[in-house]
């Protein structure tokens, strides 16, 4: 009587994995001969970014309208090269393009975003970072919140400054602000000296950080952080205009 039982839920459960799999291959098959409904356009914003609108993914997707998505057969469609045309632009950091069983056509998009703004002369030559050290335009659609940077006394600073294993070292530094609140709130400008010692203004105080060569860092900021807790609120932000965190195990206040 047991065994009965067994063979008979055995036989249950296959014939139920069969149905499953039958219904699998019969929306497969729906879908691929379903035209394409609507196309629905997904952005990731865990940054608030605003660099890439719905209307600009549609657009590309479309080519400016003049490839109509809508009521096209599958046949016509080649998803990989939609994702192609995504990832070409510089605000997208992934994109994947799929279709639903109801034919619906999905355009999942991930933005990219900067780091810093290497700062020109000429604001109109400037440019963003992003966290990979590559160049990103500035954007008509909107303004990042993030650090400017700038070299002094030389030839402005380029994208492919950061792409050597010198350059790697600035980058981390820029990341590291990026990546801590309280920092990337309170560092106002970073400026690389013709020594290639790094120095930046605060957004709080008038005094001028001088944090030496971008190495050490977690430790220099630990430093820095004392300084915020104990000097200001005892003797004020306005007693010292230059802070010294470069050396080993000491704080210089002037």
């Known amino acids: 009587m047991e065994l009965k039982r067994?063979?008979?839920?055995?036989?249950?459960?296959?014939?139920?994995?069969?149905?499953?799999?039958?219904?699998?291959v019969f929306a497969g098959v729906r879908q691929a001969h379903h035209p394409v409904g609507q196309v629905i356009v997904s952005i990731s914003n865990e940054f608030n970014n605003y660099f890439i609108?719905?209307?600009?993914?549609?657009?590309?997707?479309?080519?400016?309208?003049?490839?109509?998505?809508e009521g096209a057969r599958p046949d016509?469609?080649?998803?990989?090269?939609?994702?192609?045309r995504l990832k070409a632009h510089s605000f997208v950091r992934?994109?994947?393009v799929y279709r639903d069983l109801a034919g619906n056509l999905h355009a999942d998009v991930r933005q990219n975003r900067p780091i810093a703004r290497l700062v020109h002369a000429d604001t109109r030559q400037d440019s963003y970072l992003d966290a990979e050290g590559r160049k990103l335009p500035l954007s008509p659609l909107f303004t990042a919140r993030v650090v400017p940077?700038?070299?002094q006394g030389g030839a402005p600073l380029?994208?492919?400054?950061?792409q050597d294993s010198t350059g790697q070292q600035y980058l981390k530094l820029l990341r590291y602000i990026d990546e801590h609140p309280f920092w990337r709130a309170q560092v106002a400008e970073v400026f690389i000296g013709p020594n290639g010692k790094v120095s930046f203004t605060q957004q709080v105080g008038d005094q001028r950080v001088e944090f030496g060569f971008?190495?050490?860092i977690s430790e220099k900021f630990a430093k820095l952080m004392v300084f915020y807790r104990q000097i200001p609120p005892v003797?004020?932000?306005?007693?010292y205009h230059r802070v010294n965190v470069e050396f080993k195990d000491q704080i210089i206040c002037e």
């Open 6 to 24: 067994k063979a008979n839920n055995l036989i249950f459960a296959t014939g139920c994995l069969v149905l499953l799999s039958g219904l699998a």
């Open 158 to 162: 380029q994208s492919q400054f950061f």
């Open 76 to 84: 016509d469609l080649d998803l990989k090269a939609l994702e192609a």
């Open 94 to 96: 992934e994109a994947q």
């Open 53 to 69: 609108s719905e209307q600009e993914v549609t657009a590309l997707l479309t080519r400016n309208g003049n490839q109509r998505l």
């Open 235 to 239: 003797l004020g932000w306005d007693t």
């Open 149 to 151: 940077i700038s070299r």
């Open 214 to 216: 971008p190495e050490n």
